[in-house]
């Protein structure tokens, strides 16, 4: 059973980085692509970004410059990598994996990110 | 950039009621769409891609059609545990969310 757990959720400063973790299980994270989806509180989804199986990524403009996202391979765990973090930065990050199509098909549980002096 | 457009962002329906939810894209995707349900406190769970293909395990009474830039998804007899916000996305050029339509109980 395809499984995604994400861990790194935190309170943190303005300014200061975090990284997340989606650790993948039943599928290896290099054969699909890998996205960040977030969700700030009582708003709607919004993609933050993506990683292809050929190492291209992709990330939306709010987070671009700041965010990187990366996967390891030997751990079967892709990463977000959040530096310079704002306060609109506040957010359920949810691990997302390609399904039948460019659609996501499965989804983690989420972890929350709160971004507060 | 692609936006997409949900209506109405609520609706309220009876149980064993049909809902139909709406999704309209800025320009045309083709019919690379798809729909996702949330409920409160939970991660949100593929229902329909390619604008009308049935995820695994989704029951029959979800329904998606249209192609290009109007969509709709269909609920044909709500049951208590369809209640729940349901978002439209497009993944034809990259990808985007619509803003939500929330299904409450009348």
């Known amino acids: 059973e395809v499984r995604l757990v994400e861990t790194g959720g935190d309170l943190i400063q303005p300014g200061r980085p975090l990284r997340l973790s989606c650790a993948a299980s039943d599928f290896t994270v290099s054969s699909k692509f890998m996205s960040w989806v977030r969700q700030a509180p009582g708003k709607g989804l919004e993609l933050v970004s993506v990683?292809?199986?050929?190492?291209?990524?992709y990330y939306a403009d709010s987070v671009k410059g700041r965010f990187t996202i990366s996967r390891d391979n030997s751990k079967n765990t892709v990463y977000l990598q959040m530096n310079s973090l704002r306060v609109e930065d506040t957010a359920v990050y949810y691990c997302a994996r390609e399904g039948n199509d460019y659609s996501m098909g499965y989804w983690g549980q989420g972890t929350l990110v709160t971004v507060s002096s | 950039e692609i936006v997409m457009t949900q209506s109405p962002a609520t609706l309220s329906v009876s149980p064993g009621e049909r809902a139909t939810l709406s999704c309209r894209a800025s320009q045309s995707v083709s019919s690379n769409l798809a729909w996702y349900q949330q409920k409160p406190g939970q991660a949100p769970r593929l229902l329909i891609y390619g604008a009308s293909t049935r995820a695994t395990g989704i029951p029959a009474r979800f329904s998606g059609s249209g192609s290009g830039t109007e969509f709709t998804l269909t609920i044909s007899s709500l049951q208590s545990e369809d209640f729940a916000v349901y978002y439209c996305?497009?993944?034809?050029?990259?990808?985007?969310f619509g803003q939500g339509t929330k299904v409450e109980i009348k």
């Open positions: 990683i292809y199986s050929d190492l291209n990524t």
């Open positions: 996305q497009q993944y034809n050029y990259y990808w985007a």
